[in-house]
């Protein structure tokens, strides 16, 4: 079964997903996530905006990094941390 049959989806919304055509739904991220082992991460179905919706993953070792526009726009000491937005990291990669 594919991945659309999977997530209950048809095969033309995997192709929209994967031209740009619709953007992946945040629920739809994490399901996708769980049902491919992680081989494919949240972050790779949202590039554009994973760590304002997953804080939580900002300091995971094998997230990508937070394009410099972003993290240039952030004063320092306010990027949210691994706990959330109440938390701030310092571990960012800035670059």
Request: glycine share 16%; charged share 15%; with cysteine.
């Given at each position: 079964?594919?991945?659309?049959?999977?997530?209950?989806?048809?095969?033309?919304?995997?192709?929209?997903?994967?031209?740009?055509?619709?953007?992946?739904k945040v629920e739809r991220?994490?399901?996708?996530?769980?049902?491919?082992?992680?081989?494919?991460?949240r972050w790779d179905l949202r590039p554009n905006d994973w760590w304002q919706i997953w804080p939580e993953l900002i300091?995971?070792?094998d997230a990508p990094p937070i394009p410099k526009s972003?993290?240039?726009?952030?004063p320092d000491?306010?990027?949210?941390?691994?706990?959330?937005l109440g938390s701030f990291s310092s571990e960012v990669q800035r670059g």
């Open positions: 079964m594919g991945l659309a049959g999977i997530l209950g989806v048809t095969p033309g919304l995997i192709s929209q997903w994967k031209q740009g055509v619709r953007p992946i991220c994490v399901e996708i996530e769980r049902v491919t082992n992680r081989q494919v991460m300091d995971h070792p972003v993290v240039s726009a952030i000491g306010l990027i949210p941390g691994p706990q959330g």
